[in-house]
C-alpha cells in the first residue's frame, strides 16, 4: 500500500500567517484559539499539491490580509516535504503578484498574479508539476482519504457510485437465480441496461398516460356533440301524412294547367305559321337587296377595269424606272473598268519602253591576277574570260527578250478587253436611251388613265324599301290576319292553394333535417364506444407497464439489500440505507450514512460524524491501496477516536492565542 506522509511544512504570507514553519510526525496535534490559522494549515497543503483549498476553492484569498486590504508587493509561499513510500519529495509553489510601471507613468500599478513551481528546487512548468502530483496521488482521492468530513458531504449518488465500487458488483444472474419473475426480467432485457429499459417503460408510461388523460375530454367532447335524442318513428309518420298531402296539391295544379294546355297549342301552331311568314319576308327582302347589288356591280364594271389598268400602267412605269436604274448603274461600273484597263495600258507601254532601252553593261579593261594584282598574261586564263564574258551578255539578251515579249502580249490582251468594254458601254448607253424614252410614254399613259379613271363615277345600290315589294306586303297582311284571330290566354291561377305546399314543404323539410340527428347520434355513440375501448386498451398497457416497473424495483431493490450488506460489512461504526421511504410509503432509492442504530450520521453529534468519516477513510483507503495525512478539524469534539491506519493532524480550538503545535 502506497504511504504519503507529510513531513513538514513552511507557510510565507499564505492568508494569516506571515511565516510559519511545521514539522509532523505520525500524529500532530495544532491548537488554538478561534481565527489563529489552523484551517489556513490544512488549506496550505491542499493549495500547495493542487492550487486549491480545502473548500475546492481555486486561489482564493491567499495573500494575507491586514487593515481589510490586501496585503501587496509580497509572494505567497508554501513549501512541504512529503514522504512518498520513503521516498523524499520537497514541493513548492510561489504565487507572485506583478507589478509593472506603464509607459509615461510614475509609479508601478498591479497587473496580476503568476504562479511559480518548483520540485526538489528546480522550477517546473505548471504541466509538468501537475504530473508529479498527479504521480503522487490523485486529487479526487486526495481528497476523500485526507478530510473525514468530505464523503459525508457529497452527493448521494456520487456515495452510491463509490460504495459499489469498493462492495464489488452483484451479477443480475446471482439475484434472479431463487425468483422466477426476476428470470423472467433478464429473459425481457436480453443484455440491455436495467437503467435503459427504465428510461423506456418511463418514455411508454408517459406517452400511454398522455394518451389516456385525452380519452375523457374527447368522450365529454364527443357527448357535448350529440344532439337530443327524438321520437324518430313518429317524424318519418308525419313526414309521410304530408308527402300525401302535397302529392293532392300537385294533382289538382296539374289539373288546373291541363284546362288550359289545348288554347296554347293552337295559340302555338298560329305562332309557327307567322313565323314562318315572317321568314319568307325575309327572305323576298335579301332577294332584292342581292339584285340591287348585281345591277351596282355591273354598272361599276367598267370602272373596275380602268382601276386595273391604272395599276397596270403604274406598275409598268415602276419597272421601267427601276430598269433604267440598274443600267445607269452598269454603264457607271463599265466606265470605271475603261478608266482601269487604259491605265493599265499605259502603264505596259511604260514597262516595255523602260526594259527596251536596258542595255548590257559588262566589265571593263583586262583580267587582273587576284595574287600578284597585275594583268594576267595567262592566254588560257584570258580566253575564258572573254569567252564567259560573252555568255553573260547573251544571257542578258535572252532575258530582255522575253520579258519584252511578255510585255506585249499582256498590252495585247488589255487592247482586247478594252474594245470588248466599250463595246458593251456602247449597248448600254442604247438601252439607257431607249428606256428614258419609253418611261415618258409610260407616265403619259398613266396620267391619260388617271384622268379617265377620276371622270368615272362610282355607282350605289339602291336602296330596298319592304314596304315597295309587292310579294312583301301581299306576306304581311297574311301575317295581320292571323294575329288578329289570336285571343289572350289568362295563366292559371294556383293561389288559393300555393300557400299551403309552401307550408307542407318548409315543414317536411324541418322534419327531414331532424332525421339527420339520427344518423349523427349513431355515429357519435359509435365514437363513445370506440375512444371507452381505447381508454381500457391504454389502461391495460399502462397497468403491464407498471407490473414491469414493480418488478424491476423488486430487483433493484434485491439487488441494492445485496450490495447494502456487502457494503455495511466493509465499515466499522458506519451503515448504509440504499432505498428510504416517503410519507406515504413510497420506496426511493438513496444513499444514507447512518450509525449501527440508524441514525442518519448528519444527525448524530460532531464526535460520531468525525469517527464515521474516519471509518469511511480506513475503508477507502484500503481499497485504493493509498494512505495520506488526514486534517480532524474541530478535533475538541473527540474524546475518543477509533483507530486510523494513516497520519493525524488534529486541528483543536483552545483558548491559547498562539498555535501550538504538538
Request: with cysteine; proline share 3%; hydrophobic share 35%.
Amino acid at each position: 500500500m502506497k504511504q504519503v506522509k507529510l513531513k513538514s511544512l513552511s507557510l510565507t504570507h499564505f492568508k494569516g500567517h506571515k511565516a510559519i514553519s511545521i514539522a509532523f510526525g505520525d500524529s500532530t496535534t495544532i491548537s488554538g484559539d478561534n481565527r489563529m490559522g489552523k484551517s489556513s494549515i490544512f488549506d496550505a497543503f491542499t493549495w500547495l499539491l493542487f492550487g486549491k483549498d480545502q473548500f475546492d476553492r481555486k486561489d482564493y484569498e491567499i495573500f494575507p490580509i491586514v487593515d481589510n486590504k490586501r496585503l501587496d508587493r509580497v509572494d505567497a509561499e508554501v513549501v512541504g516535504t512529503l514522504s512518498v513510500d520513503g521516498t523524499i519529495i520537497t514541493l513548492k509553489r510561489v504565487f507572485r503578484q506583478q507589478w509593472v510601471r506603464p509607459r509615461g507613468a510614475s509609479e508601478e500599478v498591479y497587473k496580476g498574479n503568476e504562479t511559480l513551481f518548483f520540485v526538489n528546487d528546480v522550477p517546473k512548468k505548471a504541466g509538468e508539476y501537475k504530473a508529479v502530483i498527479d504521480g503522487i496521488i490523485d486529487e479526487g482521492l486526495f481528497k476523500l482519504i485526507t478530510n473525514p468530513s468530505a464523503f459525508l458531504e457529497m452527493h448521494w449518488t456520487k456515495q452510491r457510485e463509490i460504495l459499489f465500487q469498493i462492495a464489488g458488483t452483484v451479477s443480475d444472474a446471482e439475484i434472479a437465480a431463487s425468483n422466477p419473475k426476476f428470470k423472467a426480467l433478464l429473459d425481457t432485457l436480453n443484455g440491455k441496461p436495467l437503467a435503459e429499459f427504465k428510461k423506456e417503460i418511463a418514455a411508454r408510461k408517459r406517452k400511454l398516460n398522455e394518451a389516456m388523460n385525452d380519452i375523457q375530454p374527447r368522450i365529454d367532447q364527443t357527448a357535448r356533440l350529440m344532439p337530443e335524442a327524438k321520437d324518430f318513428e313518429e317524424i318519418e309518420g308525419e313526414i309521410m301524412d304530408i308527402d300525401v298531402e302535397l302529392s293532392a296539391i300537385s294533382m289538382k295544379m296539374s289539373d288546373r294547367s291541363e284546362a288550359i294546355r289545348g288554347q296554347y297549342n293552337e295559340i302555338q301552331e298560329k305562332q309557327g305559321k307567322i313565323n314562318a311568314l315572317k321568314s319568307q319576308q325575309a327572305e323576298i327582302i335579301q332577294q332584292a337587296r342581292a339584285k340591287a347589288q348585281q345591277e351596282a356591280y355591273e354598272a361599276n364594271q367598267q370602272r373596275a377595269e380602268l382601276e386595273q389598268s391604272v395599276a397596270t400602267a403604274l406598275r409598268k412605269l415602276k419597272n421601267a424606272e427601276t430598269e433604267r436604274e440598274d443600267i445607269r448603274r452598269s454603264a457607271e461600273r463599265l466606265a470605271q473598268q475603261v478608266k482601269t484597263t487604259l491605265a493599265e495600258t499605259e502603264s505596259l507601254r511604260q514597262r516595255w519602253s523602260d526594259e527596251n532601252e536596258r542595255e548590257y553593261k559588262g566589265k571593263d579593261g583586262c583580267l587582273i591576277c587576284p595574287v600578284f594584282g597585275t594583268e594576267c598574261g595567262d592566254p588560257t586564263a584570258v580566253g575564258k574570260h572573254h569567252e564567259t564574258q560573252e555568255k553573260a551578255k547573251a544571257a542578258f539578251m535572252s532575258e530582255k527578250e522575253v520579258k519584252l515579249d511578255a510585255i506585249n502580249e499582256l498590252g495585247k490582251s488589255k487592247v482586247q478587253e478594252l474594245e470588248t468594254l466599250n463595246q458593251r458601254m456602247e449597248v448600254v448607253e442604247a438601252n439607257l436611251k431607249q428606256l428614258s424614252t419609253d418611261i415618258v410614254t409610260l407616265d403619259e399613259d398613266h396620267e391619260a388613265l388617271k384622268q379617265q379613271l377620276a371622270s368615272t363615277p362610282i355607282v350605289q345600290p339602291k336602296e330596298v324599301k319592304a314596304v315597295e315589294l309587292t310579294e312583301w306586303v301581299k306576306l304581311s297582311e297574311q301575317i295581320s290576319a292571323i294575329e288578329a284571330t289570336i285571343s289572350e290566354v289568362k295563366p292559371v291561377d294556383n293561389s288559393d292553394i300555393l300557400p299551403r305546399r309552401q307550408e307542407l314543404t318548409e315543414r317536411r323539410d324541418g322534419l327531414k333535417q331532424q332525421l339527420t340527428d339520427r344518423d349523427t347520434i349513431a355515429r357519435l355513440q359509435q365514437e363513445v364506444k370506440r375512444l371507452q375501448a381505447e381508454g381500457s386498451s391504454l389502461a391495460q398497457q399502462i397497468a403491464d407497464l407498471e407490473q414491469q416497473e414493480f418488478t424491476v424495483a423488486e430487483f433493484t431493490r434485491a439487488k441494492i439489500e445485496e450490495s447494502e450488506g456487502r457494503i455495511n460489512g466493509l465499515f466499522q461504526i458506519v451503515r448504509f440505507k440504499l432505498f428510504d421511504t416517503t410519507n406515504d410509503g413510497n420506496e426511493f432509492e438513496a444513499c444514507i450514512p447512518t450509525n449501527t442504530f440508524g441514525i442518519p450520521i448528519a444527525a448524530t453529534n460532531t464526535a460520531e460524524q468525525i469517527n464515521a468519516g474516519l471509518d469511511i477513510i480506513n475503508t477507502l483507503t484500503q481499497f485504493f491501496g493509498v494512505k495520506a495525512p488526514i486534517f480532524c478539524d474541530r478535533a475538541e469534539s473527540v474524546n475518543e477516536y477509533i483507530t486510523a491506519g494513516s497520519q493525524m493532524v488534529f486541528l483543536r480550538v483552545t483558548k491559547e492565542k498562539t498555535l501550538s503545535i504538538i
